[in-house]
């Protein structure tokens, strides 16, 4: 089974309880279960979430040859982090970028993404159900 | 069951022979017969493809009540058309942007969307799968 | 008595029934209706829409000497075609640019027009009132 | 009857003597005077013009609720004047903004307006008769 | 005792009564009497407000040796204004800018100031009483 | 002999009676006879002309292997079409973009185009005679 | 009482030994003592400084319930951090920005802010004093 | 004789006073005295000194066929008044712009004009000698 | 018969040598001969090839009357000399811009011409046949 | 007496036959004796003309201590040389930027100088004159 | 002995094993070995290296008095971060910003350093080497 | 002995005599003959300097064979010239860029360079000792 690395940025903690308006009323554990359930069978999913950006970096640096391919919704590190899209080159494991909302019908620096041009792929505006799509899509690209 | 209609933009005819590095070599038909296996029980689908931009805007017009969500690829016309902006607006029924190609990875006019900030979500990169991912997507969206 | 032609472009079938908040609930015939019953003796009017760039050009050509001045609504295409300001300079006829709505007070890529600086002059925010406003000014600047 | 304020900004006390190939020939007494000619059974109609930019705004400001529209060419203030923005949104009053050339046709600067987007609509390149337009247009978007 | 002037641009006469939602209800009395009550004890007032920008250059340049520090709110005059600055620079005497509102949460060409870099410091989004923060910041910048 | 297709988009079906100041007197007809002369006996040429986006498209696929190279004239197309360019990538032949008048010397959005980094070549300026030029420097590239 | 946050972010904790002709020569410490001396009796205050975004954002969201209102002078992640704003909107309780040096009259990069437009309110340019300015302005804005 | 205006705007009448490091020690009086010592032979002088937009322009439309050349330091209006540009074209009389300083050796926002484009031609950085240039300029320019 | 100059810019006399993958392996000398060989008989060419700026501009000042049309090929100095835009202008003689290759495949700065908007026409793409089609292009624009 | 160095860069030979509907008709040389006639009893005065950047640089060094002011026209190389920038920054002598035309009428790419900031004054649209007026300004600032 | 510190950034603890083609098969270990072999005998080095903005931030304020000059290669966080500009201001001791690959040649977003300005000197490109030419420099500039 | 070229553009020649605070006080002289000290032994050294563009370009093409790798430090043309860059490309030999001063310390225009982006790496900053440096970098990198 191929180890898919679930990785979430900064505030994504929160989900559910922040701004439920824009992010949904949905935990990040909830996220995680329901992936588990979905794709258990198919992958050997990880997950990890940190608010700091160097702790994001040592994470995926961490990940080493233990994953395969990476879901990441980096959070607002999407729109300013050069280091985390230096790091997911480091690794050289296909990766798929998701975001809960629809950045482009936000506040127009949530247009940019430091990380999309290097993603395999990239899904925004379907809520918690967008992980799943990222861990499905993903999983095809690496022939999994 | 949930009408969604899925409506491809120019040159998408072409799918499986055009550019096969970049979109592939799955055909539209293929996709839309994998669209039909997947979701053919759980919506009704229809499918339209045009190389007119007022073509599209026809269409689109012409699905009035008879669909409750729509998956658009608007191909080159996604950086382009107003027009089909404001033909998706005047639908007012949810919609769906998908791209075969992780657009973010191409040529710098490809990133921007006339679309992305009314659409529901957007999908790129999956190729055919993309299509998949954006109809569970829109299902969600709509409650179906 | 002149002969002025009244075009209007993208989605303005609709009127009426499209986004009504923003572009009103008169139809787009009720619009005609009434610039017969205020211009019918002063000017003989000709109605075209069409929701193609193409054919809005192809109609444009056609006028040929049966049109002394045009106004025209080009919808969507007034922001992004250049095909129809060629198409308008070829006519070398003048024309008014109209808009149901403030184009000003809405996204900025309304804000810009391909045809605004060969008009003889633009309206806009006045709803239906404005074809009527454009044409009394049309039939001045071509001394009807 | 509804009390429509048409108010000048800079400049255009000098209308039918400056640039007549841009401007006309028509003095802005004779305007003045087509509008009450025109719209003096509907409307009751005050003038007002001052090349400052502070007696513009005092003027508005002492409309108080004796104005229920206006109908302003700020002239050159138009393209710089924040304040005259301001002193129409204090004021609460619906306004028209009308201009005698196409701004559009001329210098990239007289491109952009500061008021466009809080009017109720814009009118511009039909000279005099555009003063009359404005007027129309304004009475019925009060609902005069 | 200090003596400080308290200079306010245009429309800031119509404090309490104009846009209440952004500028709020009291009145340019009322704050002034607040800096009295407040600050009588500690240095001199005087107040001015003008809604020309010629006469907020001549009130600045009249007061000569008769101010030691100024708190000036320009109003719309902030965004466009070079010869208030210059006039500012002129004085000679340290000032502070304050405006009622958050300017940073509205529109783009509130969020520069020909003023801000020629300032002791910027307040801003506290209404009345950001004048009495203003004056006191400025009390201590002049060790007074 | 080498199958060269010389397609033609908006407007220019008016050739010699559209602003002939720019354009000139020579219709596309004649062109096309000046070219059969000149190349009939080095290449097939065919023609197309069309003033619909769409049609320009499906032209460009409905060429398949019936052309081995193209000359297009995509008129105001060139600036705002990127399905003309992704067609022309699809059809994976050599092309070469004309223009009659001198492109540089006219409007700023007429300087760039969404052809010219993919095409063999670019030539304007030169009115009828171009599509001379375009076709040798054509049969050329491709070795014929 | 309610209870109040100040948060420092990078570098604030050399204050009074960095660059001190830009930020003087008070220390962080003195600084909270005069906050303590002058709000104590109205407010409970909280302080925290830290050199890590991300340990910025686990202090804001580890408040919950426990601040009332913050004041935060971010330092150099003001001008780069989403991922500050993000949190700070996610804590859902209002805070002043307050700036030691008068960012404006620096580098442009300190021009703009990440956190401004959500701001109650902005102060820059009053050294340590801006703290007690922030912090009535906040007590205010709260209506403590 | 020819009779030529000299115009001075804001902060002009200072002179000698303000900011002496960038505009010098002489006042405008002596300035004015030694055009009159240098071209009272060749021309006749008139002096207007205006903080005021609107005064300016006051003053430029009532020279009327009083002056058949102008001499103008439009101080800080210079970079942000079309009404002055306008006041001038109006004028339809030959003028030459001055500054005391260099205006390009100093902030961005005083290197550009709004009259320059429309003037004789431009003179700056030369201090007082700088009227004495422009009125010899401009004699020569209107063949005095 | 007419005159014809033909003028290469810096590291053109390279051709052959220089990155033959993108100049190709065909010297400026030969070049020059398939030009007199192709067009001896209707023209009389003369050549001329400097690395200097300034001694392109004394070669093109020196044709005088001696040239009455020119073949120019810039090279780098294309995108950065006004001078040597100067020196055509004052020769006042119909010249052609040729290039190599496609500039509008290459660099960004390689897409800007200080020459495009006064020549005849632009060709470029077409390696050494350019320069042949430069000169019929030429020849025809002069009449000869 | 003062030495002062006039030099004149590319295209500057030509004056007087040169494009005279912008340039005039007066030559260099006889702009350098209308000069030696005014100014040969107050400074010592050299010319220099050259079409060559690096001519002008080598010109400008052998300056040394010869030159104690210098008025120069760079002609095209105002816009596009930082190298003669350098030179007369590393000559340490006064310099004064003239222009025959009004460079602020033309081409926008002519409204920036490369030299005008370390310049004493620019003098710009008086022709043959403006020499003078540029040697009057150096004498000056230089306290001949 | 002067005393040196090292200090690098995200991801270069990865060198050697991260996109070799990019940054080489160098340890950092090995970089920091033939730092201690060429330097060793004339100045003491301290090494550094964390993928945590506040985490160099904290380090750097750290280093005090133990540090009499730096070379940082600050990584990513070098095109990002105001917050190491501050610390290393903050720090007041001279650094040299040193990159393994060319930065100029990589993506857009590394041509920008917000360190640069403030740096004695810049180096890139030459790969470990680079260390040791920064500290020779960075030796040179300190007088060791 | 591998082959070094060392090359300096414009104004270089004055190095120790221009602007000292900027470029130091060392002749150009004393650094070549610093290199040849240094790298005598390891490599065969020529020196080259010219103010004039085309002057530097004939020099690099006059390599030829006889250079295995340069340090050019193009003075002012690093920014502005094109041509050069071609020359270094044309010869096709390894490059180091260098420059005395850090450019990005200074104006800018400065801080871009036309060869960068070509070069193996570049130093700026170091002052003379600059080009040691640029020379040890140039022999690693081309294996020396």
Do not use: W
């Not at 900064?10 to 329901?34: D, M």
């Not at 994001?56 to 391919?69: K, M, S, T, V």
């Not at 019908?105 to 899904?123: C, N, P, W, Y």
């Amino acid at each position: 089974m191929k180890k898919i690395a679930v990785i979430n940025g900064p505030n994504l903690n929160l989900l559910g309880r922040r701004e439920p308006e824009i992010y949904g009323r949905v935990s990040l554990e909830a996220i995680q279960q329901a992936l588990e359930e979905r794709f258990g069978g198919r992958c050997s999913l990880t997950f990890f979430q940190s608010n700091s950006e160097g702790g994001l970096i040592d994470h995926i640096q961490g990940l080493g040859g233990r994953a395969e391919g990476l879901v990441i919704n980096a959070g607002a590190y999407t729109h300013t982090s050069v280091a985390i899209r230096d790091a997911l080159l480091a690794a050289a494991v296909p990766f798929v970028e998701v975001h809960l909302s629809n950045v482009f019908a936000r506040e127009g620096f949530r247009h940019s993404s430091t990380l999309s041009d290097k993603a395999v792929g990239v899904i925004c505006g379907f809520g918690p159900l967008g992980y799943e799509l990222a861990v499905e899509g993903l999983l095809e690209a690496i022939g999994a």
